[in-house]
């Protein structure tokens, strides 16, 4: 029979989703709405949009990150603009990063650090929305609907929902983002959470005998079809049928669980946001294209020391662990790891010993995706407040991430309104990485 086991945290108002559904036609139930999903990652494939078979990991630190004291400490500023915890040298002659970064210093070779990138929402959703799709939204932060799909569910879009061969989604959430959906793209292009309803139709125990039988398969999920069917999810079947069987017997599932892994690596990583990443790490290898990992906690108005050293060396022993993983299995060239949040500090200490929510410069570090690593990009002004040499936009690191990915910059699909819409209208790839 079917098992389906999960501990669904949390819901939505939505209940769940036909994105959940189109996942599990792929992963899962087998003959789900395939039209949906092995068909568009096919159609795309002979369109020509998709010409590469890249990864994307986004490491979003909720609440909006200090640039000051994460990669750009600043220590020649005045001592009330400059890093509170100090700086750390790193294995790149003439770079620092701030003082918990211990770990990612002596990687950093393999990193890039950019100190100029900016924009001007300094609203918490406002800016998530603003660096998770490009493009500003000045109503996101009195409760508005994203306006703008996410870059995961623009790749979604252009690949199909899920991988031809393997059955992995195309673009998976670890924890969720305000305007990470796919907003005018429709939701079958959004998300897949795997604490959703969708994972826990993953977990097949199906006895061997029956493997082969189509028939007997059907039956053992009978149930989740009839849930399907009364919520208007089935469209059918069709020619898809077979693959969607190979994909339910193939390894894909094992993706997503830890156990799976060499013990010396879960234990390099550490446990939190360490098994985050080392998951992301396993779903990239298992042919997903995007995933994003939420770790929050970096709204610090007050206490800043404090806080940085509590979230700094969880995020440096991580962020080390997956970008030595990633050298070690030749994975650098086709996997991307962003580090970025909604927006910066201010730049001087306020009287909390915190600093407060600042657009105009930005947190903002990348490494691997077969761009030029081992440099900073840019440059802040005197006391950390403004980008000193050109701002590197929103839209300039989408462009970036475009072009890891194999997706046209010039793409184009169509809005609410009926009328084609570039995804992309200024942003061009930073120049020093490409």
Same mark, same amino acid.
């Given at each position: ?179 990470? =959906?796919?907003? *005018?793209?429709?939701?079958? &292009? #959004?998300?897949? @959470?795997?604490? /959703?309803?969708?994972?826990?139709? !993953? ?83 298992? =042919?997903?294209? *995007?995933?994003?990992?939420? &770790? #929050?906690?970096? @709204?610090?108005? /007050?206490?800043?020391?404090?806080? !940085? ?126």
């Amino acid at each position: 029979m079917l098992s389906a086991r999960t501990s669904r945290a949390r819901g939505n108002c939505e209940g769940t989703s036909r994105r959940d559904f189109l996942c599990v036609g792929a992963l899962g139930l087998g003959s789900l709405t395939l039209s949906d999903v092995l068909r568009s990652r096919a159609e795309a494939a002979a369109s020509g949009l998709s010409t590469k078979d890249t990864s994307v990991v986004w490491l979003w630190l909720g609440g909006g990150p200090t640039h000051v004291e994460t990669f750009d400490p600043k220590m020649t500023a005045p001592s009330e603009y400059r890093s509170v915890t100090g700086e750390v040298k790193t294995n790149v002659p003439g770079v620092t990063l701030g003082g918990n970064f211990e770990r990612m210093a002596a990687v950093a070779d393999k990193m890039a650090f950019v100190r100029s990138f900016a924009h001007t929402n300094s609203g918490h959703s406002g800016g998530t929305h603003y660096v998770m799709t490009g493009y500003d939204n000045r109503l996101a932060d009195n409760g508005a609907l994203a306006a703008r799909p996410a870059l995961g569910s623009i790749l979604s879009r252009v690949r199909g929902t899920n991988h031809p061969e393997t059955g992995i989604p195309t673009y998976i959430r670890l924890g969720g983002i305000y305007a990470d =959906g796919p907003a *005018f793209l429709g939701t079958a &292009f #959004g998300p897949f @959470d795997p604490a /959703g309803e969708a994972r826990r139709n !993953m977990a097949l125990a199906v006895q061997e005998l029956r493997l082969d039988s189509r028939r007997e398969l059907l039956k053992g999920i009978d149930n989740i079809r009839r849930e399907a069917d009364r919520s208007g999810l089935i469209e059918g079947l069709d020619s898809f049928d077979q693959q969607a069987f190979d994909i339910i017997l193939s390894r894909s599932q094992r993706a997503f669980d830890l156990k799976y892994e060499d013990p010396r690596v879960v234990d390099r990583y550490g446990t939190g946001l360490g098994q985050q990443l080392l998951q992301a790490r396993r779903l990239c290898e298992a =042919g997903c294209g *995007f995933v994003t990992v939420q &770790f #929050g906690g970096w @709204d610090m108005h /007050g206490g800043i020391k404090a806080a !940085m050293d509590r979230n700094g060396p969880q995020v440096d022993r991580a962020v080390a662990a997956f970008v030595e993983d990633l050298s070690l299995r030749g994975m650098s060239d086709n996997t991307l790891l962003v580090i970025s949040g909604e927006f910066g500090r201010t730049p001087k200490i306020n009287g909390g010993g915190g600093r407060d929510h600042w657009a105009p410069l930005s947190t903002l570090a990348l490494a691997g995706g077969g761009l030029k690593m081992g440099q900073t990009v840019g440059e802040s002004a005197e006391k950390v407040d403004v980008p000193k040499t050109t701002p590197i936009t929103p839209q300039d690191l989408m462009a970036t991430v475009f072009q890891v990915l194999g997706i046209e910059r010039r793409l184009q699909f169509t809005n609410q309104s009926g009328r084609p819409t570039y995804m992309i209208e200024n942003g061009k790839p930073i120049q020093e990485l490409v």
